[in-house]
C-alpha cells in the first residue's frame, strides 16, 4: 500500500483527484449525482499541488488582482483599496493583517498562476470534456468566509493543509444551470444536515445544487476547488441549432417588429415556431448535425487550452540542429486537428494555425494523432528537405519541441 501511495504523491490528473476510485465507479455513481468523501490518511497526499509556505509566492510573484483575489469573512468581501495599491498590485502586508483580523485569501483561478494547479485542470478538462478552474481558499482558524449557498458547476474541494469542516445539505435544487443565480440560503431554508470534516490529504467531491458551508475551528485551512463547469444538453442543443442555421435560413430570419408589443404577433410566432420545429425536429438529430456539433464544442476548448510553460525557447535554438534524426513530440497539454478546405489544409492549435498545400494534409495528420513522439524521418509522403522544413515551421509555430 505505501508504494501505491508512493506513486500518487503528483496529483496531475483526474485519476489522481479521485483515487483510489475508479473512473469507471465515479461516472456511475457520482458524476452530476452524488456526494463522494475520499478520507485519505496521508496528509501530504495534495501538496505537490501547492503548499501553505507558497502561497507567499503566488500572491508576491504572481500578484493576482482585480477578480482574482476575494478577501471575505462571513460573506462580507473587504473591500480592494484595503489590499490593492493605487496601481493595481498587491499591499501584502496588507493582506496579512487581513487574514489575522480573520478574512480568508481566495485567489479564482489560481490555476493562471501556478503551474501544478494549471496541469491538472487542463488533464481534468482534456478527460472530461468540461471546463475546468481551480480556486484557492486559505482561511484562518475558527473563522467562515461563506454562508450556505450552493454552486452552479461542480466542485472537487482538495485539502492541502489544516481542517475544515463542512456541511452539506439535501439537494433541493437538484441541478441548476450551469452559471445561472446562486441563492444564499438561510440554515431554516435547508434540510437534512450531514457534517463532514476534511483534513490535509482528503478530497470531497460536491455535485452543482447541494447547499454546504464550511468553517475552520482550531485549525487553519488551505484547501483548493477545482470547479468543473459542464455543457448541459441544453447546450448541445443550442449548439446544433446554430450549427443548421449556417444552412437553413429560417433559423436566420429576424422576428416581427415590435413582437413584445403586439399580442397578435404572439400566435404569429407560436405558428412560425410549429413550422420551424418540424424542419428542426427532421435534421437536429441526424448524424451529420450531431457530429458538426460535436466538432464546433470541440473547437472551443481547443481554443481555452493554451499550452504551458515548457521551456520551450530551447526547442527555438535547437532549430538550426533539427534533422532527419531528431525526435520530436507534440507541447504537453496541446491539442490538434487537421483540415481541409478546398485546395488547402491546414493544422489548428491553440494559438496558431499552419497551412499548406492539400497534399500535405497527409502529414498534418501523421503529426496530429501522434501522441508519443515520432522520428523527423517518419513523416509520411513528402521528401527529406520537406520534413526539416515543416518540422521547423510546427516548432516555431508552437506545437512541436525536440523530445
Given at each position: 500500500?505505501?508504494?501505491?501511495?508512493?506513486?500518487?504523491?503528483?496529483?496531475?490528473?483526474?485519476?489522481d483527484l479521485i483515487y483510489p476510485v475508479s473512473l469507471d465507479e465515479f461516472k456511475e455513481k457520482y458524476w452530476d449525482n452524488e456526494v463522494l468523501l475520499l478520507k485519505r490518511?496521508?496528509?501530504?497526499?495534495?501538496?505537490?499541488?501547492?503548499?501553505?509556505?507558497?502561497?507567499?509566492?503566488?500572491?508576491?510573484?504572481?500578484?493576482?488582482?482585480?477578480?482574482?483575489?476575494?478577501?471575505?469573512?462571513?460573506?462580507?468581501?473587504?473591500?480592494?483599496?484595503?489590499?490593492?495599491?493605487?496601481?493595481?498590485?498587491?499591499?501584502?502586508?496588507?493582506?496579512?493583517?487581513?487574514?489575522?483580523?480573520?478574512?480568508?485569501?481566495?485567489?479564482?483561478?489560481?490555476?493562471?498562476?501556478?503551474?501544478?494547479?494549471?496541469?491538472?485542470?487542463?488533464?481534468?478538462?482534456?478527460?472530461?470534456?468540461?471546463?475546468?478552474?481551480?480556486?484557492?481558499?486559505?482561511?484562518?482558524?475558527?473563522?467562515?468566509?461563506?454562508?450556505?449557498?450552493?454552486?452552479?458547476?461542480?466542485?472537487?474541494?482538495?485539502?492541502?493543509?489544516?481542517?475544515?469542516?463542512?456541511?452539506?445539505?439535501?439537494?433541493?435544487?437538484?441541478?441548476?444551470?450551469?452559471?445561472?443565480?446562486?441563492?444564499?440560503?438561510?440554515?431554516?431554508?435547508?434540510?437534512?444536515?450531514?457534517?463532514?470534516?476534511?483534513?490535509?490529504?482528503?478530497?470531497?467531491?460536491?455535485?452543482?445544487?447541494?447547499?454546504?458551508?464550511?468553517?475552520?475551528?482550531?485549525?487553519?485551512?488551505?484547501?483548493?476547488?477545482?470547479?468543473?463547469?459542464?455543457?448541459?444538453?441544453?447546450?448541445?442543443?443550442?449548439?446544433?441549432?446554430?450549427?443548421?442555421?449556417?444552412?437553413?435560413?429560417?433559423?436566420?430570419?429576424?422576428?416581427?417588429?415590435?413582437?413584445?408589443?403586439?399580442?397578435?404577433?404572439?400566435?404569429?410566432?407560436?405558428?412560425?415556431?410549429?413550422?420551424?420545429?418540424?424542419?428542426?425536429?427532421?435534421?437536429?438529430?441526424?448524424?451529420?448535425?450531431?457530429?458538426?456539433?460535436?466538432?464546433?464544442?470541440?473547437?472551443?476548448?481547443?481554443?481555452?487550452?493554451?499550452?504551458?510553460?515548457?521551456?520551450?525557447?530551447?526547442?527555438?535554438?535547437?532549430?538550426?540542429?533539427?534533422?532527419?534524426?531528431?525526435?520530436?513530440?507534440?507541447?504537453?497539454?496541446?491539442?490538434?486537428?487537421?483540415?481541409?478546405?478546398?485546395?488547402?489544409?491546414?493544422?489548428?492549435?491553440?494559438?496558431?494555425?499552419?497551412?499548406?498545400?492539400?497534399?500535405?494534409?497527409?502529414?498534418?495528420?501523421?503529426?496530429?494523432?501522434?501522441?508519443?513522439?515520432?522520428?523527423?524521418?517518419?513523416?509520411?509522403?513528402?521528401?527529406?528537405?520537406?520534413?526539416?522544413?515543416?518540422?521547423?515551421?510546427?516548432?516555431?509555430?508552437?506545437?512541436?519541441?525536440?523530445?
Open positions: 500500500m505505501d508504494k501505491v501511495l508512493e506513486k500518487q504523491k503528483t496529483i496531475s490528473n483526474f485519476n490518511e496521508d496528509r501530504s497526499f495534495n501538496e505537490s499541488l501547492l503548499k501553505i509556505s507558497e502561497v507567499d509566492e503566488v500572491l508576491d510573484y504572481h500578484r493576482p488582482n482585480g477578480a482574482s483575489i476575494r478577501v471575505v469573512k462571513n460573506q462580507e468581501p473587504l473591500h480592494k483599496n484595503k489590499y490593492e495599491n493605487e496601481d493595481g498590485s498587491l499591499n501584502l502586508n496588507q493582506l496579512y493583517a487581513a487574514y489575522g483580523d480573520g478574512y480568508t485569501i481566495v485567489i479564482n483561478e489560481i490555476d493562471r498562476f501556478w503551474k501544478p494547479i494549471k496541469t491538472l485542470c487542463q488533464n481534468v478538462k482534456g478527460l472530461l470534456n468540461h471546463k475546468t478552474k481551480g480556486n484557492m481558499y486559505l482561511t484562518p482558524k475558527n473563522q467562515k468566509a461563506l454562508l450556505p449557498h450552493y454552486d452552479t458547476h461542480d466542485v472537487f474541494v482538495v485539502q492541502v493543509s489544516g481542517k475544515k469542516h463542512w456541511k452539506i445539505y439535501d439537494d433541493q435544487y437538484k441541478t441548476p444551470l450551469v452559471n445561472s443565480f446562486q441563492p444564499i440560503f438561510q440554515r431554516e431554508q435547508l434540510q437534512n444536515v450531514k457534517e463532514i470534516t476534511l483534513e490535509a490529504g482528503d478530497m470531497m467531491y460536491i455535485p452543482r445544487g447541494i447547499p454546504h458551508e464550511a468553517y475552520t475551528t482550531d485549525d487553519s485551512s488551505l484547501h483548493l476547488t477545482i470547479g468543473v463547469y459542464p455543457t448541459q444538453w441544453l447546450d448541445f442543443f443550442n449548439k446544433t441549432l446554430q450549427n443548421l442555421a449556417q444552412t437553413d435560413v429560417s433559423l436566420r430570419k429576424a422576428l416581427p417588429i415590435g413582437y413584445l408589443n403586439d399580442n397578435d404577433a404572439i400566435n404569429v410566432i407560436k405558428s412560425k415556431i410549429e413550422e420551424i420545429s418540424q424542419i428542426v425536429c427532421n435534421d437536429i438529430s441526424k448524424k451529420t448535425s450531431v457530429y458538426g456539433s460535436a466538432q464546433l464544442l470541440k473547437e472551443e476548448l481547443r481554443s481555452e487550452n493554451p499550452p504551458q510553460a515548457d521551456g520551450h525557447f530551447e526547442s527555438l535554438d535547437a532549430m538550426d540542429c533539427i534533422g532527419l534524426d531528431t525526435h520530436l513530440v507534440k507541447r504537453n497539454n496541446v491539442t490538434s486537428a487537421v483540415q481541409q478546405l478546398g485546395n488547402i489544409s491546414r493544422i489548428i492549435f491553440p494559438g496558431n494555425v499552419i497551412r499548406g498545400p492539400i497534399t500535405i494534409a497527409p502529414c498534418f495528420e501523421f503529426i496530429s494523432e501522434n501522441k508519443g513522439g515520432f522520428q523527423v524521418s517518419e513523416i509520411p509522403l513528402i521528401n527529406d528537405a520537406n520534413k526539416i522544413k515543416l518540422c521547423k515551421r510546427l516548432i516555431r509555430g508552437g506545437l512541436l519541441k525536440v523530445k
